[in-house]
């Protein structure tokens, strides 16, 4: 139980962090590729958050009656890992955007097959 | 101003991204790119003769001291890479404006030179920070310009390609990110001086060791480290002139050179070469690399797809030296990341100017029929810097085979050697599949004649210069880089 009880944090960031990695292989929808790489760097931000976070701490204030202090340091790491997830997840949006424009498709097979059917009139 | 270098090198072209934004005009961001490129070289040689004079530079960011604020360290191994970079950069710049003109559509060419601008920021700043996640954001910085860069591209399949790079791109960031969180949970820190002191004193190793492996796999697929390439080819083929020549002299190195950090400087090197087979997996990898790699390029009929498969084997030559880990192939090894940019960005950027020429997005070997009688400057370039590949003597590419091929002997592995050789014949057959076009084949009727426009032929010739000039001359290539590789059999102290 403790394995389970006491590192749950842990468990959750593995299963969210396969998950991702699991969706970002298996599926061929380009948009749905894109979800899985978010799901992927979620896990990141928890990797990081909850071992920061104390029970019962509170901000690092020095102030009388207060002992414990959680560390702020990793929220200020995955605020900006957010920003460069939200980054990343909105450029592949805008690309994924212009495939479809440009293909008619955001399904990676249809789009292979139209390039490869493009290298073949090309020879 | 001059305590300040260190700082500067990475800002300039940080804030001229957002000025090329704001101005959109693609004149004034062509002068801003040329100014940032030019600036950030005379500053990294700057800082590469204050290193070798009197020893590593540190800089705190914002005056907080390190560890706790964030560190900017100059070392002879950072030096190097700064140099590298910026050295590829100032040919790239004055190639630029005819290139993009050609290629990329009118209203958004400033976006490119703004996204060229984060690039180098980028780059320099992996190069220059002695934080690791500091290093995590210049990373993403410079990756998710490239991945714009390559969607630039004249192409529809430039989409694909850049999409397919941000997927395993991200992937790589991803794992590097987790292996430094793991790391920061045993140490506490993110200094990477200080996390190398930290780490002997940690009591579980199991966590280090996830952290070692998530970094390595990051940080290869970043690389291109066989077989996480397969991002390489199609970016670099369906990528703008300009962009492929960058992005293969330069971005693939700065990954090694984070890789040489971690695996020198933060983990302990006896340890991760004594007790792991961290040596056998990289010699096999490169060769692997060396030998499968040069195979598909011998096949390949697009021209820059054969060049972009040749960047994967030469990237084995640069991992094979970590691999074998000893003074002459580190050497061998940091000086393939000067020498083998040079080589690379020569090739792409006259590459550039024959798809210029031709008026056609691909070069196909039958593009390439009759150069020498067509463009002869460039197919004599061609020629320079394909040697360079296979690694002719007088060229750089020898120069890094050389020390490898003493680091291997020094162990007394001599099939490494037969493979290295073995390598260099496959690289002689795809040299000579381009060599015969240029110069046995006869000219299509229809094909135009003359040279790229002149500031593309002079970058690109400049450069071809470079590859022979450190064949030859070598106290700053390979003199460098044995300081470098000497400073990391040393633990980076």
Redesign the interface.
Known sequence: MSVVGANYSYWITIVLMVGGMYILIARGNLLKKLLGLAVLQSSVYLLYIAPGKLIGGTAPIIAEGYAVYSNPLPHVLILTAIVVGVATLALGLAIVVRIREAYGSIEEEEILARDRADDDEAR | MLEHLAALIVVVPLVAAPLIVLVRSRRFAWIATTAASYLSLLFSVQLFWRVATLGPVSYAIGSWAPPWGIEYRVDALSSFVLVAVSLTASFVAPYAQRSIAREVARDRQYLMYAMYCLCLSGLLGIAITGDA?NL??FL?ISS?AS??LV?LGPR??S??A??QY??MG??G??FY??GV??L??MTGT?NLADMAQRLPGVPDVRPVLVALAFITVGIGLKLALFPLHQWLPNAYAYAPSMATAFLAATATKVSVYVLLRFYFGVFDPARLFEHLPTREVFVALSLAAMVAASLVAVFEQDVKRLFAYSSVAQIGYITLGIGVDNQASLTGSIVHLLNHGVTKGAIFLLLGGVALRAGAA?V?LETLAGLGRRMPLTALGLALAGLSLVGVPGTAGFITKWYLVVGALERGWWWVVAAILASSLIALAYVWRVLEAAYLRPPAASAARGEAPAPMLAAGMAMTALCVYFGFETSFSAGGAADAAALLLRGLR
């Open positions: 996640f995590f954001v993403e998710l991945y714009v969607a529809r399949q989409l694909m850049a999409y941000m997927l991200t992937v960031a991803t990110v987790i969180g793991l920061y949970l993110l691909a196909r």
